[in-house]
Each structure stands twice: as C-alpha cells, then as structure tokens.
C-alpha cells in the first residue's frame, strides 16, 4: 500500500514535483512501468481518469487503480476529467488515490464535494480547461491544495503545448498561499518547462516526455535540472 502517510502534509512543501501522467505508458506492463518511474525518481503519480463524456476520450478507471496502488508507493493524483465526479470520487480515494482533481464544469456544488475529500483524507485539486479562466475557482480558491492549468485540450497524450496558457499560470501564482501547488499539465517537456516554471507552476505532468523516453530516469533529471534553473 502507499507510503504516504499524510497527503496534504505531502503537496505542502513548496518544491517542485515531476508526476508522470500513466497515460502515456505501456499499458500491458503496468506494474513494471510505474515501478521504473518511481525508481527513475518521480515524484507523483498523475492518473488520467476519461469517461467519453466529459472528455472524447475513455482511459481507465477504479479496477485499474486497485490493481496498481501495491506496486506502487507514489503519491497517486486522480485527475477526474469525468462527469459526476462528486458521485464517482470517493470511490477513487478507497481504491488508493492520495488526490483528487475535478473540473468545475462538471461539479455543480465544488464545496461539498471539497468537504468530502477532506473528509476522506484525500487532497483537492481543481482543474482549469483552456477554455476555463481562472476567475470561476476564485471562491473556492483558497480551500483547495492544487491548482491544475491545463495547457493541452484534455482528451489525449502526446499534443503540443498551448503557449498563451502560461498567462493563466502567471495570473494564478500570487493568487496561491505558499502550501498550496499550481500544476501545470499537457506537453510539457525538456523544451518547455522551462517556461513552465519560470511562470510560476511547481508541479509538472509529464506523460510523454518521461514514459516514451529510452531512459526515464534521465529525462525526469534532465526535466528536474531545466525546472530549477528556471526556478532561479
């Protein structure tokens, strides 16, 4: 089972956390896949979580996250790009999920399913589509533990990073207290986190950059590397 005690006490600390998102894995060898990127270095788990509905896209859901959360000590983030997630979250969390990230879109009272997370013991997370600006979380803003700026259409691995969101991140950063992550998610690699983390993102997912590459460990270091020095 998970070796994260506390999972706020986890994302508290401001320093910056790579978390692979296993949607771009193998999924014949899940097992050994995670395994690699936890001995690789990573820092966190990112999960995909589609329905076809909110998203056009279907990835996986409660059974896989059963199968993997022993395999696994990684602090594990649900990203629910799902519709109904107040109905479908705490099922999630009680498979092994330490996270949770939901869409507003979808959710139509966010502070209930917030209590609700809390009350599971799990973190929160809000995720913002390109579409979606950053004003519609500001009533709830300081409840939540992370904040994630989408700088992909969700759906699908593998898409070129949407430049003009880094505004939404500049925009965000001050609005955040210092325990509390800003993530960014949707092609980020060694050629643009940089700028990533130059605007103000801690926490970065990294599907494609970390799985496809031919040695994980290298490219979550060299990833590490560019991030920090763009951290100053």
Not at 176 to 203: C, F, K, Y
Not at 212 to 219: S, T, Y
């Amino acid at each position: 089972m998970t070796s994260i005690k506390n999972a706020k006490e986890f994302l508290r600390q401001p320093r910056l956390r790579i978390a692979p998102s296993l949607l771009a894995s193998d999924f014949a060898r899940l097992a050994e896949e995670l395994q690699r990127i936890e001995s690789a270095g990573a820092d966190m788990v990112h999960l995909d979580i589609m329905d076809g509905h909110y998203v056009p896209n279907i990835s996986f859901g409660v059974p896989i996250i059963e199968k993997i959360r022993p395999v696994c000590s990684l602090f594990f983030d649900a990203h629910l790009m799902i519709e109904e997630p107040d109905r479908y979250a705490e099922s999630f969390v009680k498979a092994g999920a330490n996270g949770v990230t939901f869409h507003t879109e979808v959710c139509p009272h966010p502070a209930h399913l917030i209590e609700k997370l809390r009350g599971w013991g799990a973190t929160v997370g809000v995720g913002l589509n390109p579409r979606t600006p950053y004003t519609v979380v500001e009533e709830f803003l300081a409840d939540v533990d992370l904040v994630n700026v989408m700088t992909v259409e969700p759906g699908f691995g593998g898409q070129k990073f949407l430049t003009p969101m880094l505004d939404k991140v500049r925009a965000l950063k001050p609005r955040l207290r210092p325990d509390q992550r800003l993530e960014v998610d949707g092609g980020v690699n060694s050629a643009t986190i940089r700028d990533v983390v130059a605007a103000g993102a801690d926490t970065i997912v990294a599907g494609t950059a970390v799985f496809r590459a031919a040695d994980p460990a290298a490219a979550i270091a060299e990833l590490r590397t560019l991030g920090a020095a763009a951290a100053g």
